[in-house]
């Protein structure tokens, strides 16, 4: 328990913070709570926009603890594990509430979630090679596209937005959706790519002996700094 509240600085906490509240999102998103608060009809109206805010909300507090962890000198190993974790718990979540809901085809949340295992795999096998692989621009673009899709999929087809809008204008929010979520798609596995691309060296090894062991070595020291400002993969 010590050693927790070791780690429990304001960016730890933040991070902790978005985990727990994933629940509250797909609470807001899934759950018929209007009719459990007995609201109004304009209270249902709001709800996807109400779950579209708290994904938001959930999604911007990446930024706060990855600030919070420069601008402190906090930046921790544990800090380091539970971020990238708290982003792809909340994006899963997203993703298959939204195919709950018969909004997103599986197969492309199958898509997204099998990218985050393969990487997150490939990262944990670079690491017990004494390799860092730093995050890449193509992750951090990624990243924001499938954040800006979801949010168009929650929203694109509420009642609320169909009663203040023209028809014209609902087939381009729909485009709009479709496009940001297929570009997301790609942009997924290209990230994916790059990651196998950084570690071939890992793939095809050797994996053993002084020479790989001491490349390792260097790899990690050069690419430490960068991986612990950037955690989005």
């Not at 979801?150 to 479709?178: G, N, P």
């Not at 994916?192 to 070595?217: C, K, N, Q, S």
Request: proline content about 3%; aromatic content about 8%.
């Amino acid at each position: 328990m010590t050693k927790l509240k070791q780690h429990m600085n304001p960016a730890n906490t933040v991070t902790i913070v978005r985990m727990v509240l994933i629940p509250v999102f797909l609470v807001a998103m899934l759950a018929d709570w209007p009719a459990w608060l007995n609201a109004s009809p304009m209270v249902e109206a709001l709800r996807p926009w109400i779950a579209a805010a708290v994904f938001t909300l959930l999604a911007a507090t990446d930024g706060v603890d990855g600030y919070l962890a420069r601008s402190r000198n906090e930046v921790t190993t544990f800090g380091k594990f539970l971020d990238p974790l708290a982003d792809k718990l909340l994006v899963t979540a997203a993703l298959l509430a939204l195919v709950e809901l018969d909004v997103l085809p599986a197969w492309i949340a199958l898509i997204i979630i099998s990218r985050e295992f393969i990487v997150s795999g490939l990262r944990m096998v670079a690491s017990a090679e004494g390799m860092v692989i730093a995050a890449s621009w193509y992750g951090k673009v990624k990243t924001v596209l499938q954040i800006v899709a979801i949010v168009l999929f929650i929203v694109k087809d509420s009642a609320l937005l169909l009663a203040w809008t023209s028809a014209e204008f609902m087939v381009f929010v729909q485009i709009v959706a479709w496009a940001v979520m297929g570009a997301a798609v790609v942009m997924t596995l290209v990230s994916m790519i790059d990651y196998f691309r950084h570690a071939a060296d890992v793939l095809v090894g050797p994996w053993t002996g002084e020479e790989h062991i001491a490349a390792a070595v260097t790899s990690a020291e050069e690419s430490a700094e960068q991986a612990c400002d950037e955690t989005t993969d």
